[in-house]
């Protein structure tokens, strides 16, 4: 027996406007729209995606899990950062010293790293 990976599951308060706003951040495709439970993926066939789901309670702690991206150089690190906190990212402190990655937090703030 094997599993496949389908997607990974984020809460939100407004499930649409933030699949919209990490498809942009990834360049992603919307594969479902429904205003509950949209789903982006890398392509429409191509797995994992995430699906977004809405919940009532905001964020209030430090996310148990986080992605990780990396940029397509690592000279673009900065780049991408910019970029991302142009699309409404924000910096956040999780306890970091010195490292050699970026975290993030997305408009609902959960974060991710930019490696």
Same mark, same amino acid.
């Given at each position: 027996?094997? %599993?496949?990976?389908?997607?990974?599951?984020?809460? #939100?308060?407004?499930?649409?406007? %933030?699949?919209?706003?990490?498809?942009?951040?990834?360049?992603?495709?919307? &594969? #479902?729209?429904?205003? @509950? $439970?949209?789903?982006? +993926?890398? =392509?429409?066939? &191509?797995?994992? !995606? %995430?699906?977004?789901?809405?919940? @009532? $309670?905001?964020?209030?702690?430090?996310? +148990?899990?986080? %992605?990780?991206? +990396?940029?397509? #150089?690592?000279d673009?690190?900065?780049?991408?950062?910019?970029?991302l906190?142009?699309?409404?990212?924000?910096?956040? *402190?999780? !306890?970091?010293?010195? =490292? #050699?990655?970026?975290?993030? =937090? *997305?408009?609902? !703030?959960?974060?991710?790293? &930019?490696?």
């Amino acid at each position: 027996m094997a %599993l496949t990976w389908e997607q990974v599951v984020v809460d #939100s308060s407004d499930p649409a406007a %933030l699949a919209a706003w990490w498809a942009e951040a990834l360049g992603w495709v919307v &594969v #479902s729209t429904g205003d @509950d $439970e949209p789903e982006i +993926r890398p =392509a429409p066939d &191509v797995l994992p !995606g %995430l699906l977004f789901v809405h919940v @009532d $309670e905001p964020k209030t702690v430090k996310d +148990r899990l986080h %992605l990780d991206f +990396r940029p397509d #150089s690592r000279d673009d690190q900065a780049a991408e950062v910019d970029r991302l906190i142009g699309l409404g990212a924000m910096r956040v *402190d999780v !306890g970091q010293v010195d =490292a #050699s990655w970026v975290v993030l =937090a *997305d408009p609902e !703030g959960n974060e991710f790293c &930019v490696l």
